[in-house]
């Protein structure tokens, strides 16, 4: 079973229209949550990251915490064709050597003009 | 200028060829990262390195190894390449910290036939 899953494997919304993702994890020693976007042909990006519980606002993104249950999710309002994208919850875990990042199956988003 | 440079980005290699996957960064990060990325299984973990000749496997090393002589590079080697390695590789890079961002390169896809 993967450390973080993702829900749902694809989502599709109208241009304007709001966007959610979700992200859970397994695993207590997650603390710390980042959201990743890859657009097609290249590498996944940092989007935003959430340390602490509740609401963290940049822009058209929001993302919420719950250490409590280990759900995180985000949000996107006024969706834009450009948003489409491939998105990746992340979470760091300690390793042998320090810490390693996990990350999700991802979400597949697709903005319809 | 931060960035994760990965050489080649498009490979075709013959069964049984070896293989050799070069990533640099120079961002002076400690913990350096293989993915490979494969439709629907989102970003799996090959190795990741905490420094030089630090190196540990991740979730999926069979088939792989790696070098890492300097900080600023790590190298993902295949011996004798199988065509179920057909894929994009990813390498990333990150400080060593525990809330730590992961920047990563745009990708080498890699074609086994």
């Known amino acids: 079973q993967q450390k973080v899953q993702q829900s749902p494997e694809s989502l599709s919304v109208p241009e304007g229209g709001m966007a959610s993702l979700n992200c859970t994890s397994s695993?207590?020693?997650?603390?710390y949550f980042w959201w990743y976007r890859q657009h097609s042909g290249e590498g996944p990006k940092a989007l935003m990251?959430?340390?602490?519980?509740g609401d963290k606002k940049e822009g058209r993104f929001t993302a919420h915490l719950n250490k409590a249950s280990l759900h995180v999710s985000l949000h996107i309002r006024d969706s834009q064709p450009s948003d489409s994208a491939l998105y990746f919850c992340?979470?760091?875990?300690?390793?042998?050597?320090?810490?390693?990042?996990?990350f999700g199956s991802g979400t597949r988003l697709l903005v319809s003009p | 200028d931060m960035k994760v440079t990965q050489m080649p980005r498009y490979l075709i290699k013959r069964m049984g060829e070896n293989v050799l996957l070069e990533c640099g960064q120079d961002?002076?990060?400690?913990?350096m990262y293989w993915y490979r990325q494969d439709p629907g299984l989102g970003l799996q973990l090959i190795y990741i390195?905490?420094?030089?000749?630090?190196?540990s496997e991740g979730d999926i090393p069979k088939g792989y190894r790696v070098s890492r002589k300097k900080r600023e590079h790590f190298s993902l080697i295949l011996d004798s390449a199988k065509t179920n390695q057909t894929s994009v590789y990813f390498c990333?890079?990150?400080?060593?910290?525990?809330?730590?961002?992961?920047?990563f390169g745009k990708g080498t896809r890699l074609t086994v036939v």
């Open positions: 990333a890079s990150s400080f060593g910290t525990v809330n730590t961002e992961v920047f």
């Open positions: 695993d207590r020693n997650f603390q």
């Open positions: 990251s959430i340390f602490s519980d």
């Open positions: 992340a979470a760091s875990e300690p390793g042998t050597g320090g810490y390693k990042v996990v």
């Open positions: 961002m002076s990060h400690e913990t």
């Open positions: 390195s905490y420094d030089v000749d630090s190196n």
